[in-house]
């Protein structure tokens, strides 16, 4: 990355992470993906019960390998063969989870966090639940406000979500949001993470790469 485009990010960085403390979310900046396994370590017991939402950047930096790998009770939602109801019975059982993973779709340089889901079972856990929630999310996911919080979902977000899931909904053909009534239209539920009443339940590892959508 030029050195002018790094100290530009650095800058948003700074402030974001500011601002989440403002909003009692713990924030820290990492380099990189061994950087984000580090982090989480720090953060989770032997034996804690974790969780996750659905997320690429999970993959990507090597957290899904570390709870099935490590000695954690890991409730696996991305098993292989899973019945339905299994993978329901996991959502259900998330929100008892110690400590509960995401990425986020956005997250404001005010300190925001803002998600958009298609049943709700990943931002319902975000809100409340689990002890802790660990959202991972590298720097292609920060905007200035809301409203480009909004637009960045609308863009990119949600139209490479519904290619990777492969749901016949407009925004996969065109590359954005059509505001669609699709049968699998994958937005439903909008929510804004602002200041926290519990006090660093959240923590938010932001990475100094593009991760995910
Ligand atoms: S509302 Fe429909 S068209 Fe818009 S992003 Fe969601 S799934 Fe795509």
């Known amino acids: 990355m030029d050195e002018n485009v790094k100290f530009v990010v650095k800058k948003r960085v700074e402030k974001t992470i500011e601002n989440l403390k403002k ?17 989480i370590k720090e953060l989770l017991n032997d ?14 930096t090597g957290v899904i390998d570390l709870l099935r790998d490590g000695n954690y009770n890991f409730l696996d939602r991305y098993e292989e063969g899973l019945k339905p109801e299994d993978v329901k019975e996991i959502y259900r059982k998330s929100f008892s989870a110690d400590a509960y993973f995401s990425s986020s779709n956005a997250i404001t340089t005010e300190g925001e966090l803002y998600n958009v889901d298609g049943r709700g079972n990943r931002v319902s856990a ?4 689990p002890d802790k929630v660990i959202v991972v999310a590298g720097v292609n996911k920060i905007v200035k406000d809301l409203d480009d919080a909004i637009k960045r979902n609308r863009e990119i977000a949600a139209p490479a979500n519904t290619k990777r899931l492969d749901m016949n909904t407009p ?13 699998q239209r994958i937005c439903s539920d ?6 926290q009443l519990i ?5 938010v590892i932001i990475v100094n790469k593009d991760l995910g959508y």
Request: charged share 30%; net charge negative; glycine share 10%.
């Open 199 to 203: 006090k660093d339940r959240v923590h």
């Open 171 to 183: 925004c996969k053909e065109v590359g954005y949001c059509m505001d669609c009534s699709s049968e």
């Open 47 to 60: 034996e804690d019960t974790v969780a996750v939402g659905g997320s690429m950047t999970l993959f990507e």
């Open 190 to 195: 909008y929510v804004v993470m602002g200041k």
């Open 126 to 129: 975000m809100i409340y639940g």
């Open 23 to 39: 909003n009692n979310m713990k924030a820290c900046f990492v380099e990189d993906e061994k950087g984000v396994i580090e982090k």
